[in-house]
């Protein structure tokens, strides 16, 4: 049975509401924390939002990396079974939305399904994307980190900062390009895809095969903005999240 100390290494509080409707819990991109959606968590009104924090990085990075995505949503799943005093929304970037995708299989499955899920700068899971950057030395691995505006450009000059950062990189890019999705893998809940207009790794006709992943409400927004459009601007994402929690819930009541 979880602990309380596995559930913090995992699940990390960014913000707090004195009367939540609801938890936000945001899945990181590959070599991404839990703290990229700390300014972004600090959006919501209404809402308790955290983040996950993957194995292999910050101030878990002596512990070894997931052998595959499906192993590391059900650590999380398992984490999250009857932590149902609240509904939950999740939200996922790039393979984040991988990972969300298949915790939110695995609730549902279990009879805990999330109000929503939320993928962005993602295709669609049941595509098979053939790249294999994982596989390619440091400095065209680096290369593609600066294509995406994931690394500033003052992390690509430090060395020291580069070599903490390239090993949890490769290991999630690893676990994202070789992701298959099980075929018939569906959801049955809302399912809302948000992508940048300049994003290379998510064009609107590939995003748009999500809804393939679920039986119920499909929805596509395109921003201004690249693979981190809501990074520096995130209120359209935010106002988007908080009206999907308002209407589930007016549908339950």
Not at 96 to 111: D, P, S, T, Y
Not at 134 to 155: I, P, R, S, T, V
Not at 192 to 197: L, S
Request: charged content about 25%.
């Amino acid at each position: 049975m979880a602990t309380a100390e596995d559930f913090g290494l995992w699940i990390r509080k960014l913000s707090s509401a004195d009367d939540p409707k609801a938890r936000l819990i945001c899945f990181p991109h590959a070599g991404g924390s839990a703290n990229f959606y700390f300014q972004f968590a600090r959006g919501f009104d209404g809402l308790e939002v955290y983040g996950v924090q993957y194995p292999g990085r910050q101030d878990r990075r002596r512990e070894p990396f997931r052998e595959s995505v499906q192993e590391l949503a059900d650590e999380i799943a398992a984490l999250m079974d009857g932590w149902n005093d609240l509904p939950v929304v999740l939200l996922g970037n790039s393979m984040g939305a991988l990972v969300a995708f298949e915790v939110a299989l695995r609730l549902e499955a279990a009879g805990n399904p999330p109000l929503s899920f939320f993928a962005c700068g993602r295709v669609g899971p049941m595509l098979r994307i053939d790249e294999k950057t994982h596989l390619k030395g440091d400095d065209a691995f680096l290369q593609e980190m600066k294509l995406l505006g994931g690394m500033g450009h003052a992390l690509l000059q430090d060395e020291e900062m580069i070599e903490l950062v390239l090993p949890p990189m490769r290991a999630d890019y690893r676990l994202a390009e070789t992701y298959r999705c099980s075929p018939g893998a569906t959801l049955s809940l809302p399912v809302h895809v948000h992508i940048g207009a300049a994003d290379p790794k998510a064009p609107e006709s590939a995003a748009a095969e999500w809804k393939h992943s679920t039986t119920g409400e499909f929805t596509l927004d395109t921003h201004e903005g690249g693979h981190f459009f809501f990074a520096d601007n995130g209120d359209d994402l935010i106002a988007a999240v908080g009206r999907s929690v308002e209407d589930v819930l007016a549908t339950k009541r």
